[in-house]
């Protein structure tokens, strides 16, 4: 049995810091989950999403309040091999890379295959639990004594590898372009791409190593057409975990899909051809693009989008005007309406001045789920900071990532209803985005993307 840098017996269930396995955590071990999921109000309800998912909502709770360890950051451990791709359900990392690959002229499906081997094998090694290795060919020791820091490496495909790898047949239909938005401003060489890699880690060594790894594996094969960096609150910095804050300093992802909830799995996940979950979103309707293929199943839809803030015009808003634009309060992320951070919206509720306590164009009425028609997506972000642009304001804001069963009834509707009637829309900008088809996860001794690309 390894050990922890303190001596301490490392068990099967080591886990990121605060999560329902991680070291300090009564009754963790073999047998409980080792990711630990975006939402806490019971990780019971994700059972089969992730590895031994039998965690109790109890733990999962007891869990976040507890202030993480520092010295237990580096030990964390999120497994490669899964139902879903890790980086998905997880909360998103300290350090993130987002990095897009266009094939090379004449390099196709095979060429794809072998490069998704090489990846997958690579990422397999990088986030063993204990002193995680690295293929010898990629050695540039830079995470050298680091452990595996929750890192997790998640590979989707852009709707123009089909036609690169002979595999127009096998393209989903949902991953249609995604419509013009009037008030996009979208930088075409920052958006698309072949190949999607998102690299997540809570060191920022860890991840840049994992990105140099992924990047050289890739040589001859596919070139990176862009590449964005983020970053978020450091584990442990706080001394309760929370939801995140975004650099418009607002809580950032208190209404998300919980994992908990009935319709997570439906939200997020393709469900498997010939299941009843996929009966069931056929029938649906309701503007989605169908049954997903069968490569697919466990599989999810990213929407990338990187989103200026204008941070300049925003500070300069006095913070009642601030909350009034999201709906929330800015201290707790209470909304409104009323009550605290974890109080359900009321959308109805009238304030004492009459008016809708949530104005009728702050964000959070006009992004909800029950005035898009039901539509809904897990939200996972990371900020970004790329120093002061050409017009002397902060290049800053948010690498948004939407996660979908479709986009069709996740991201696209929402954003259609945003564009027009939110008030926050004054303050951002849509400067790049993507949309990438993301397959479930591998098992052992396979890669990611194994039945699309020998199926
Ligand atoms: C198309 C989808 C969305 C985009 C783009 C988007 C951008 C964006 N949002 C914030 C800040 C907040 N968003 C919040 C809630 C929220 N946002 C979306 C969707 C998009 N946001 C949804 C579906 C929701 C949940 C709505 C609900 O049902 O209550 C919040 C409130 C806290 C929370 O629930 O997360 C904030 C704050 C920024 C800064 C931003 C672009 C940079
Ligand atoms: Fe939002």
Known sequence: MSTLDDGTPRT???????GASGPGVPGAGAGFSRR????????????????????????????????????????AHIPFEGAHQAGIVEPAQARGHLVAFDL???????????????????????????????????????????????????F?????????????????????PLPDFPADALDPRRSNGDLWVQIGADDALVA???????????AGTAAVRWQMNGFNRTPGATARPRTAR???????????????????????????????????????????????????AGGSYAVVRRIRMLLDSWDHLPVARQEKVIGRRKSDGAPLSGGTGTTPVDLERIGADGALAIAGDAHIRVAAAASNSGAAMLRRAFSFHDGIGTDGT??????????????????????????????LSRFLRHEASGLFAVPGGAGPGEYVGQSLLEG
């Not at 051809?273 to 503007?287: H, K, L, M, Q, R």
Request: hydrophobic share 45%.
């Open 208 to 218: 840049f190593h994992a990105l140099r790894v992924v990047q050289r594996a890739a």
């Open 246 to 296: 975004n650099l418009m300093g607002q809580i950032d992802g208190t209404n998300n899909p919980k994992p908990s909830e009935p319709d997570f799995a439906r939200t997020v996940f393709v469900p498997a051809a010939g299941s009843a979950a996929s009966a069931a979103a056929s029938a649906a309707g309701g503007g989605g693009t169908g049954t997903s293929p069968a490569w697919m």
């Open 156 to 176: 989707g495909f852009g709707r123009t590898f089909f036609a690169r790898t002979g595999l127009t047949a096998r393209l989903p239909e949902a991953l249609a």
């Open 12 to 18: 099967a269930g080591d886990a990121r810091p605060g």
């Open 394 to 423: 902060p290049d800053a804001g948010l690498l948004f990532i939407a996660w979908q069963a479709d986009p069709m009834r996740g991201f696209v509707p929402v954003q259609r209803k945003l564009d027009g009637a939110d008030g």
């Open 36 to 75: 630990r999921l975006l939402g806490t109000a019971g990780a019971a309800g994700a059972a089969g999403l992730v590895a031994g998912g039998a965690a109790g909502a109890g733990i999962a709770a007891a869990a976040e309040d507890r202030p993480a360890a520092l010295a237990s950051v580096g030990a």
């Open 104 to 154: 090379a002229p004449g390099a196709g499906r095979g060429a794809a295959a072998a490069l998704l081997r090489r990846w997958s094998d690579a990422v397999r090694e990088m986030t063993r639990p204990g002193r995680p290795g690295t293929p010898a060919v990629y050695d540039d020791q830079v995470a050298d004594d680091a452990g595996p820091s929750s890192l997790t490496v998640t």
